[in-house]
Structure formats: structure tokens, C-alpha cells
T-cell receptor
Framework: QQQVKQSPQSLIVQKGGISIINCAYE??????FPWYQQFPGKGPALLIA?????SEKKEGRFTISFNKSAKQFSLHIMDSQPGDSATYFC????????????FGGGTRVLVKP | ETGVTQSPTHLIKTRGQQVTLRCSSQ?????VSWYQQALGQGPQFIFQ???????GRGNFPPRFSGLQFPNYSSELNVNALELDDSALYLC????????????FGQGTRLTVV
């Protein structure tokens, strides 16, 4: 059972453009939603995270939007750069249960110069 | 302060053999979680250790087992290796509650032939 669905599987964006990745979850007990960035041959690196008591969180060029009623959240990468080319994973967990992460399937982002 | 380190980085084993993977958690982190990431997919939760006790397990058979040591480092053991066990094995450490972030190591690439 895939509890976190991520789309699209891949996307290509021009340098300076906006990358948008969407995730939907099923388990209403989830209360922590991080995004990870992974480069080939490396482990995932925590990018930004949000809790359901806020609808948006921004850190630099990265913004998470959260819609609790729709059980959806998204990552926006503003002013995309070639160095942002990587695979991005959304995840969800229940903090009280030890923060065991359920990951989406990943989105491969390619930023063209 | 050192991050999460895993060893070895790459490993080739024969079907039916046993393997042990190691993880040193980040300084101050007492929780270690293990994930399996098949090629092109998101990480899947295997199990978590908190203060040397197993604290939750994903949908993996008993031939996947683990340990956590008093210094919070951890081992993942897999017996009777199968071809489908070929994957990137990731270790993540987390600080004590109420902090929730999980930080990943670079992973161990296991190939079963």
C-alpha cells in the first residue's frame, strides 16, 4: 500500500524557471512532512519540512505548500539552477511514533542551462 | 560534529550468503532507522532502534535483523540473501524528541549475484 503518492515522476525545467512537485497522502495521522534531495550515489539530504499547523513554509528558493483538507503538499523550487538537478522525495511520518518515514516514489528533476 | 557514516560503501554477495552493514549515528542522536532503496524507487522503512531496542518494523521478513550499541551505532544483518535484496541500504539518525529531523548517511550499495 503506497501511502504517499508523488508526481510527476520526472520533469525538465529551464534555468530560472519554477519546478513544482506534488504529493498526496492517505494517513491522516501523519503530522510531519519533509522533503529530501538526493544526488546519484548519495544518501537523501533533508531540504525543508512542514507540520500541518501551517499552510506554507519558505526557505530560500524552496517553498512547501500544505493543504490539510485535501491531504496534499507540494514543493516549489523557484529560480531553478542546474545544480538543483537531482531526485526529490517527499515523505510523511507520525512524530509520536518515532518519525518513521514513508516516502513517495521520487521526482527526477533536470534543470537545463 | 560528524554526520552519519555507513560502511562499507559497496558490497557484492552471492545468493544465500549473509551480510552485515554498519552505521555510526550523528553525534547526540539516539535513534537509528534503516531503509532499503531499490533502483529508481523511494526508500522503504526496514526498522528503527531507540536506546538499543527495536522501535518499529516495516514490511520486511525476519531474515532482516539489527542491533544498536550503547554508543548508538547500529548494524543491519541480512541472512539468506536473495537477488531482490540488491539495493542501496540507508541509515538515518535522529536526535531525541521533540526534534524530528532524520539525517541520512551515504548508503551501502549491496549487489547480490
Amino acid at each position: 500500500q503506497q501511502q504517499v503518492k508523488q508526481s510527476p515522476q520526472s520533469l525538465i525545467v529551464q534555468k530560472g524557471g519554477i519546478s513544482i512537485i506534488n504529493c498526496a497522502y492517505e494517513n491522516t495521522a501523519f503530522d510531519y512532512f519533509p522533503w529530501y534531495q538526493q544526488f546519484p550515489g548519495k544518501g537523501p539530504a533533508l531540504l525543508i519540512a512542514i507540520r500541518p499547523d501551517v499552510s506554507e513554509k519558505k526557505e530560500g528558493r524552496f517553498t512547501i505548500s500544505f493543504n490539510k483538507s485535501a491531504k496534499q503538499f507540494s514543493l516549489h523550487i523557484m529560480d531553478s539552477q542546474p545544480g538543483d538537478s537531482a531526485t526529490y522525495f517527499c515523505a510523511a511520518s507520525k512524530r509520536a511514533a518515532g518519525n518513521k518515514l514513508t516516502f513517495g516514489g521520487g521526482t527526477r528533476v533536470l534543470v537545463k542551462p | 560534529e560528524t554526520g552519519v557514516t555507513q560502511s562499507p560503501t559497496h558490497l557484492i554477495k552471492t545468493r544465500g550468503q549473509q551480510v552485515t552493514l554498519r552505521c555510526s549515528s550523528q553525534s547526540g542522536h539516539n535513534t537509528v532507522s534503516w531503509y532499503q532503496q531499490a533502483l529508481g524507487q523511494g526508500p522503504q522503512f526496514i526498522f528503527q532502534y531507540y536506546r538499543e531496542e527495536e522501535n518499529g518494523r516495516g514490511n520486511f521478513p525476519p531474515r532482516f535483523s539489527g542491533l544498536q550499541f550503547p554508543n548508538y551505532s547500529s548494524e543491519l544483518n541480512v541472512n539468506a540473501l536473495e537477488l531482490d535484496d540488491s539495493a542501496l541500504y540507508l541509515c538515518a539518525s535522529s536526535p531525541p524528541p521533540p526534534l524530528t529531523e532524520a539525517f541520512f548517511g551515504q548508503g551501502t550499495r549491496l549487489t547480490v549475484v
